[in-house]
């Protein structure tokens, strides 16, 4: 079974058609399910649970919760292949306001990431990284993938390496730390149950790789941590993007299993 569990609908807009676009494209490329995951920032809801309000005022959408809900739930009754997600950023301090809006609808998974360091949205543009000490970045943002995976508000991590993006890295006399940090997000996720997810994302970014670094995915199998399988389209044609080489990727890292979820549990499934 092949699974696509992260896209956006932002671009297109709460609507059937648009949904049916990312439909269409699963099915052309040999994926059974898709998870719709639209960033919680973009409904009103959910939108200051953020806390970066210039960020939400530019960017929101301003959909709402009950037209997502409807609209995925009508998708399903009619028999498409679609699960209720979301992408709720991990805001620190906030946990208590993040669980009970998750709390109060039928998803049937959450991603949680992180984006932010402080008031810094990292993966937003590559010019905002002039002059960072880049290993501080690196602490910061694992300190606060510890944290989000911790919190077992989530059912799965998503692009868990995504301080990557734009291709800055720590020094390759620095991996030992980089291994120790990607070694504590498998533990913190084997210890609370929480999913890995392996992303074909960041071979479309600067830094060109899958997420996560195949590091993380061979201490993950060996603590029996299990993933799920993304594309994180934000555009109907990236649906199923690269998945023969993910799909191999993730079978070079050991798993031959993905997950399935429904109503918050999941259940693996044979891979491919
Ligand atoms: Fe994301
Ligand atoms: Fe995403
Ligand atoms: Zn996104």
Redesign the pocket.
């Known amino acids: 079974m092949l699974v696509d569990y ?1 896209m956006h609908l932002e671009r297109g807009g709460l609507t059937r058609e648009y949904l049916l676009r990312f439909v269409e494209v699963a099915r052309q490329r040999g994926v059974d399910e898709i998870g719709i995951t639209e ?1 919680a920032y973009n409904f009103v809801e959910a939108a200051p649970l953020l806390g970066q309000p210039w960020y939400i005022e530019r960017y929101s959408s301003g959909f709402r919760m009950d037209d997502y809900i409807a609209l995925l739930e009508a998708a399903r009754a009619d028999g498409l292949p679609v699960k209720i997600g979301i ?1 709720m ?1 991990y805001v620190p301090g906030r946990e208590e306001e993040i669980g009970r809006f998750l709390a109060a609808y039928p998803f049937d998974f959450v ?1 949680g ?1 992180v ?1 932010w360091i402080d008031d810094w949205g990292f ?1 937003l543009d590559p010019a905002t990284w002039q002059g960072r000490d880049v290993q501080e970045a690196y602490r910061r943002y694992f300190e606060l993938a510890e944290r989000a995976i911790r919190s077992g508000l989530f059912d799965v991590f ?2 868990p390496d ?1 301080i990557k993006v734009f291709g800055y890295r720590l020094p390759p006399e620095n991996r030992n730390e980089l291994e120790e940090y990607l070694a504590r997000l498998a533990r913190a996720a084997a210890e609370t149950g929480t999913c890995l997810e392996i992303s074909s ?1 960041g071979r479309r970014k600067p830094v060109g790789e899958f997420y996560p670094d195949p590091h993380l995915l061979a201490e993950a199998r060996r603590l029996g941590v299990p993933v799920t399988l993304a594309s ?1 389209a934000h555009d109907p044609e990236h649906v199923g993007w690269a998945y023969p080489d993910l799909v191999r990727f993730a079978r070079e890292n050991g798993y031959d299993t993905v997950t399935v979820f429904e109503g918050r549990r999941g259940r693996q499934v044979p891979l491919g």
């Open positions: 992260h960033h992408e950023d991603i990431s984006h993966d998503g692009h995504v994302a994180d």
